[in-house]
């Protein structure tokens, strides 16, 4: 599994449910898709942990890269009803921070 991570702050906190349910028919739209596997949105509990990472979190997975990059490609269109899911989720944020992993050990690995 490839494991696709975002930390953010809302530009906006008070709007945070209107937030989740975007953030919720964005990335339901994606997984009926195909393009993912799931995806989670959690935010920082009584103010723990690193202010620098922002105050939400959002894990995307998917099977592998190719699965990964697909999602990206679709997105990049910014065309379409993934534009119209998207755009509310991408300028409510502010702070923006990605990164990805993977399982470990992979499960290709052969060596010691």
């Known amino acids: ?20 349910r975007a953030v919720e028919a964005y990335m339901g739209h994606l997984k009926s898709q195909g393009k993912i596997e799931g995806w989670r949105l959690t935010r920082r509990k009584f103010g723990f942990g690193p202010p620098e990472v922002g105050e939400f979190h959002c894990e995307v997975w998917t099977n592998d890269l190719a699965q990964l990059d697909t999602a990206f490609s679709l997105v990049a269109t910014r065309d379409g009803q993934v534009e119209t899911l998207h755009r509310p989720v991408y300028s409510a944020v502010k702070d923006f921070k990605s990164a990805l992993y993977r399982d470990f050990p992979d499960p290709e690995r052969t060596g010691p």
């Not at 599994?1 to 989740?20: C, G, P, R, T, V």
């Open 1 to 20: 599994m490839q494991h696709y991570h975002m930390w953010f702050n809302l530009i906006e906190s008070h709007k945070d449910l209107e937030f989740a």
